[in-house]
């Protein structure tokens, strides 16, 4: 009886090995080695869908009030450096949602996490919100900011006509607020108008034209 309880023990371990195989094949991919923006993407399915997001809008006039609100960057360093809202701080994707990163966070203020638009800042809002953080990501990413909120109303094909010089208006002063005062256009008044010198040219013997050096 022994060489058939024998061969019974080995069937059955040949059989556990298939079913252990099978299993590894169809198990979450976060248990055996997965990428971080899969077991990301796996954490953000097994969560309801709450709309953790904000709208370029929404955080626009956040920051026109002066809410206190944390902005973290996740886009590439050279996007960030190309291009980035004012105040957000460039913190790469792996470093935001890794422990050290994630501690430090802050814990009394809104969380907005930016990117391109893609699906990658709604899967760290996810892992910042299991983790206790006040987290949204940015609806759009940087393309809903520019297109929302920089674009001139009167280019903007998605504003009525009706709407557009009080949208006008409220970009315009978004534009000063983000980019600068430079950035807001002049009145139409003054465009084109040459202002006159506020005092008349010297006089006297002109002075010769200055030399330039090797390389100018």
Not at 108 to 118: A, E
Not at 140 to 165: C, E, F, K, M, N
Request: charged share 20%.
């Amino acid at each position: 009886m022994t060489p058939t309880i024998t061969l019974r023990w080995k069937t059955f371990g040949f059989a556990l090995m298939i079913a252990v195989g099978a299993l590894l094949a169809i198990m979450p991919s976060r248990l055996v080695g997965a990428s971080l923006d899969t077991r990301l993407a796996e954490y953000a399915a097994a969560l309801p869908n709450e709309g953790f997001t904000v709208t370029a809008k929404t955080l626009a006039q956040w920051l026109g009030a002066a809410k206190p609100v944390a902005m973290v960057d996740v886009r590439e360093h050279w996007e960030y450096d190309e291009f980035h809202i004012e105040g957000a701080e460039h913190v790469p994707l792996r470093s935001l949602v890794s422990p050290e990163g994630i501690k430090a966070l802050p814990s009394d203020r809104p969380i907005v996490v930016i990117g391109r638009g893609d699906s990658v800042p709604g899967e760290a809002v996810t892992v910042l919100r299991l983790a206790g953080k006040d987290a949204y990501a940015l609806d759009g990413g940087l393309a809903a900011w520019w297109r929302d909120v920089l674009t001139p109303a009167s280019i903007d094909p998605s504003v009525p006509l009706a709407d557009r010089p009080t949208v006008a208006a409220q970009r315009a002063a978004w534009r000063a607020l983000f980019i600068g005062a430079g950035a807001a256009p002049a009145p139409a008044t003054t465009l084109g108008a040459i202002s006159a010198p506020s005092a008349p040219p010297p006089t006297g013997a002109p002075k010769p034209p200055a030399t330039r050096g090797k390389g100018c």
